[in-house]
């Protein structure tokens, strides 16, 4: 399956965290994240990812292009809903996206654990019907 990254700054420390701690469930499938995040998940794990810009410089668009053409199965952007972004529309539009297109997003660490654990039962196979 194919994972969408993206943190905000304030939240990029958990992010390594997180992709160290399910780095065997991330290996099995192809990471995709937006240039910081994405070059910071590497260090923390050695794994691949496929990096786009940097957010705010579009790679938030970038992410949010590849969910709309259905080919991100699932998300997670670690958001700080306390800091105003100057791209806040951005992270909005991903929100909007997955939701228009049902594609599971996780804005939290619970929710990120959830879906992660859900990846790895088998429980989103569902998304194989999609493509």
Request: net charge negative.
């Amino acid at each position: 399956m194919n994972i969408g990254f993206a943190a905000h700054d304030s939240k990029k420390k958990l992010m390594q965290n997180f992709c160290i701690a399910y780095r065997g469930i991330l290996s099995k499938n192809d990471l995709y994240a937006t240039g910081t995040t994405g070059r910071l998940i590497e260090e923390a794990t050695n794994l691949p990812v496929h990096k786009y810009l940097t957010g705010h410089l579009g790679g938030s668009q970038q992410l949010g292009a590849q969910i709309e053409h259905n080919e991100i199965d699932l998300v997670i952007f670690l958001r700080d809903p306390f800091t105003t972004k100057s791209h806040e529309p951005d992270v909005n539009n991903i929100v909007k996206i997955c939701d228009t297109n049902n594609i599971p997003l996780a804005t939290n660490l619970a929710s990120a654990e959830l879906l992660i654990k859900s990846l790895d039962r088998g429980d989103l196979e569902w998304r194989d019907m999609y493509k």
